[in-house]
């Protein structure tokens, strides 16, 4: 298991709906700002304008470089259909050196 991987962090989002998280996926993988991205569905309890909701939503968990955090908020903002979406930056500290150095790769400038 490698380590001091911390120029790599795993983003998160979620959505409300299947199928436009996905397209969020793939937008965000095609524009490189993720080597990989994966969608799974949660149930969320959370305050939202007063109220503790509780309701199925979509995760989205991004592997990407840490020097591409900023572009890859501005584009899930600009491409969310949340007012205010979840995304939030939790650093790699280790991983499999092979698969690190794939989403390094991937996300490399001029890809």
């Known amino acids: ?16 709906n299947e199928a436009r998280a996905r397209a969020l996926a793939a937008a965000v993988v095609r524009a490189r700002l993720a080597a990989c991205a994966q969608v799974s569905r949660i149930q969320s309890v959370y305050w939202w304008e007063g109220e503790v909701r509780d309701t199925a939503e979509w995760r989205i968990d991004f592997k990407t470089r840490a020097e591409l955090a900023g572009a890859l908020t501005d584009f899930v903002n600009d491409n969310h259909d949340y007012d205010t979406p979840e995304l939030i930056a939790v650093p790699v ?8 150095e794939w989403v390094r790769a991937e996300t490399a400038p001029g890809r």
């Not at 500290?93 to 690190?100: D, K, M, R, T, W």
């Open 1 to 16: 298991m490698a380590t001091n991987s911390s120029d790599l962090l795993l983003m998160t989002t979620t959505h409300d």
């Open 93 to 100: 500290v280790a991983g499999s050196p092979g698969y690190l």
